[in-house]
C-alpha cells in the first residue's frame, strides 16, 4: 500500500484508502474519519495561495502570492506554504512555536500571528532539505479535479449535516 501526496506536498495519504482501483476518490463514508477529513481540507484548499504570500500581498497585490507546495498541521489548522515561506515555517515550528501547538488546529493562528507581526527565519537558516524534482519549474496551482478526480460527485453525496459536522465551507468549492 501506497502512500502519497496529493497536490501538496506535507499529508501523505493511503493511495488505496483515497483511490479505487480506476483513479478516483472512494466514498468519504468509507474513509476513516482522519482521512475523510484531511481530504475535505485539502479540496478546499488545493487551489489557495501560500499562507504567507497571503498575509504579506493578499490586501493590495494578490498577483504577488505563489501557489502553495506544501501543507502542515492538522485539518482546519493547517498552514499552506509556497517553498520560500516554508523556510520561514519551519524555523517558526522548530526555534518559536509552543511544542503544545503541535497537533492542535491552533497552529495556524500562531503561525499567521507571528509571521504577520514580522516573523522570518534568519537570513541563510537551512531548515528545509527536499529532492525539489523541477528546481527550475515555475509552480502551478494544483487543480482539485484532477489531483481528486470524482471529489465533487463524492461531496454531493454527503448529507448536508455531515459536511456541517466537518465545518466544510462549499462556497470555496467549484461544485
Ligand atoms: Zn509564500
Redo the contacts with the bound molecule.
Keep these: 500500500m501506497g502512500k502519497v501526496n496529493i497536490g501538496l506536498r506535507g499529508w501523505r495519504f493511503d493511495e488505496d484508502e483515497v483511490f479505487d482501483d480506476d483513479g478516483r476518490v472512494r466514498p468519504l463514508g468509507v474513509m476513516d474519519e482522519d482521512t475523510k477529513a484531511r481530504v475535505l481540507r485539502l479540496t478546499e484548499r488545493l487551489s489557495d495561495?501560500?499562507?504567507?504570500?497571503?498575509l504579506?500581498y493578499g490586501q493590495d497585490d494578490p498577483q504577488q502570492?505563489?501557489p502553495?507546495e506544501v501543507i502542515y498541521g492538522e485539518p482546519r489548522g493547517e498552514v499552506i506554504?509556497?517553498?520560500?515561506?516554508?523556510t520561514d515555517f519551519v524555523y517558526w515550528f522548530r526555534e518559536v512555536a509552543d511544542e503544545e501547538l503541535i497537533g492542535t488546529r491552533d497552529l495556524q493562528d500562531a503561525f499567521h500571528g507571528w509571521f504577520a507581526d514580522g516573523g522570518r527565519a534568519p537570513e541563510a537558516y537551512a531548515g528545509v532539505e527536499h529532492v525539489d524534482e523541477d528546481p527550475d519549474g515555475v509552480p502551478e496551482t494544483p487543480d482539485p479535479h484532477e489531483e481528486l478526480p470524482g471529489i465533487e460527485e463524492e461531496i454531493e453525496r454527503v448529507a448536508d449535516e455531515d459536511l456541517e459536522a466537518l465545518d466544510v465551507d462549499l462556497d470555496d468549492l467549484d461544485v
Excluded: G, I
Design positions: 495561495p501560500c499562507d504567507a504570500c497571503w504579506q502570492c505563489s502553495a506554504l509556497c517553498r520560500d515561506h516554508e
